[in-house]
C-alpha cells in the first residue's frame, strides 16, 4: 500500500501504538510483499478507477481502456470485479446521502494524508474523503476475507481520520469525523463517529507520545495480536520469553494431565505452534539466502518429484528416434480408483 514504507506508517499503528519499541526492531528487515498484500493493493486500484468514473472524472473511453488493461492482469477475476464494484455502489450510496443534506458535498479518491504534526515522518493514503457540512467522512476498503475488522477502536481508521481533518480543516468547519470499513467479501460494513474533540484529545493523549517513544525505540514490549505481522515476529525476544512460559508450564506433580490443564495447553498451543513456523521460516531464509550456520543444523539438498510438462509430446519424440520401452508395465488400479 502507499504508506507501507512509513517507519510509523498508519497501517501499523496498532502495532507500533501498542509495542512502541518495535519499530526499531522491524527497521532492520527488508519490506517484503504477499500474494494478499499485492491482491489488496489491485483491488484498490481497480476501485479508484470505478470510482473516478462515476464522479465523471474520467471519459467512457479512458475508463474502459483502462479496465481493459487491468483485466489483462493476473490478479483479475471476476469475482474481484464483483466485489469492488458492491463496494463502489456502496461509496456512492454514502456520497448519494451526504448530497442529499449538503449539495455541495465534496468526495476525494486515494489522498495522501500527513500526518506528521502528530507521528513524526507518518502519513497515509485515504481511500474516499466525503466532506458534507459539519461531517468529514473516510471510508476505507479492506478487500481480505481472512479476519472481519471493526472500526471501533482502530487507530490506523483513526490516523485516516485525523489526517483527512488536518488536511480539509482550513477550508471547512468540520466538527463530526466518520469513519468507515467496508470489507465487500465478508459484507462487513462497520463505522465509528467521533467528534474532532474527542479525535484531537485521542491523538494529543494517545498518538502524539506512543509516536515519540517508538521513533526513539523507547517504552516496553508488548505481546499480543498486534504482532501478527511484525517483522521482527520471529525473532523478538519478548515473543520467544512469551511463547516458552508453556514449556514452564507448572502442572502438577502427577503422570497424567488433568482436563483443566489440557485447556490451558490448548489455548496456548496455536500461537506457539505459528511462532515455532515463524521461527522455521526465518532460520531456513537465513541459511539459504545470507549464509547463516546455526549450530546442530545444516542444510540438506530437498528431493524433488521432476515431471513431463508434455508426456504426449515426450512419448512421441522417444518413438520417432526409435525408443520403444518407454512405457511402465501395466499396473493394478489403486484402491479409490478400483472402487
Not at 507501507?4 to 502495532?15: D, E, N, P, Q
Not at 479512458?62 to 461509496?91: C, G, I, S
Not at 489455548?267 to 547463516?292: M, P, S, T
Request: one cysteine or more; proline letters at 3%.
Amino acid at each position: 500500500m502507499p504508506d507501507v514504507h512509513a517507519k510509523l506508517s498508519a497501517s501499523g499503528a496498532h502495532r507500533w501504538m501498542a509495542c512502541p519499541p518495535s519499530a526499531n526492531l522491524e527497521a532492520g528487515f527488508p519490506d517484503k510483499t504477499s500474494e494478499f498484500a499485492e491482491e489488496g493493493t489491485f483491488a484498490h486500484s481497480l476501485a479508484e478507477l470505478i470510482l473516478r468514473y462515476n464522479n465523471n472524472e474520467i471519459t467512457k473511453k479512458t475508463f474502459t481502456t483502462r479496465l481493459n488493461k487491468l483485466k489483462k492482469a493476473p490478479l483479475w477475476d471476476q469475482e474481484m470485479q464483483d466485489h469492488v464494484e458492491d463496494y463502489a455502489h456502496l461509496v456512492w450510496e454514502q456520497f448519494n446521502e451526504a448530497k442529499a443534506s449538503c449539495p455541495d458535498a465534496q468526495i476525494f479518491f486515494e489522498q495522501r494524508l500527513d500526518l506528521s504534526e502528530y507521528v513524526p515522518e507518518g502519513f497515509g493514503t485515504g481511500d474516499v474523503i466525503i466532506i458534507a457540512d459539519d461531517t468529514l467522512q473516510v471510508i476505507d476498503l479492506k478487500y481480505g476475507k481472512g479476519v472481519g475488522v471493526s472500526a471501533e477502536n482502530n487507530p490506523q481508521l483513526r490516523l485516516y481520520g485525523l489526517g483527512a481533518y488536518l488536511e480539509h480543516s482550513l477550508l471547512y468547519d468540520i466538527q463530526q469525523v466518520k469513519m468507515t470499513i467496508i470489507q465487500p467479501r465478508l459484507d462487513n460494513i462497520s463505522t465509528e463517529e467521533l467528534t474532532v474533540e474527542k479525535l484531537l484529545d485521542w491523538a494529543d493523549e494517545q498518538v502524539r507520545p506512543r509516536a515519540q517513544m517508538a521513533m526513539k525505540g523507547e517504552g516496553e514490549f508488548c505481546v499480543g495480536d498486534h504482532c501478527r505481522f511484525c517483522k521482527a515476529f520471529a525473532i523478538c525476544r519478548a515473543q520467544k520469553d512469551y511463547q516458552m512460559e508453556l514449556a514452564k508450564y507448572d502442572f502438577v506433580d502427577a503422570e497424567l494431565l488433568e482436563d483443566a490443564e489440557i485447556g490451558d495447553v490448548l489455548i496456548r498451543v496455536d500461537a506457539l505452534v505459528k511462532w515455532a513456523e515463524a521461527v522455521k521460516d526465518y532460520a531456513f531464509d537465513q541459511a539459504v539466502n545470507h549464509g547463516v550456520h546455526f549450530d546442530g543444523w545444516k542444510l540438506v539438498e530437498g528431493r524433488s518429484n521432476r515431471k513431463y510438462t508434455d508426456a504426449e509430446k515426450v512419448a512421441q519424440v522417444l518413438s520417432d528416434a526409435g525408443y520403444r520401452e518407454i512405457y511402465k508395465p501395466q499396473e493394478l488400479q489403486g484402491i479409490t480408483a478400483m472402487e
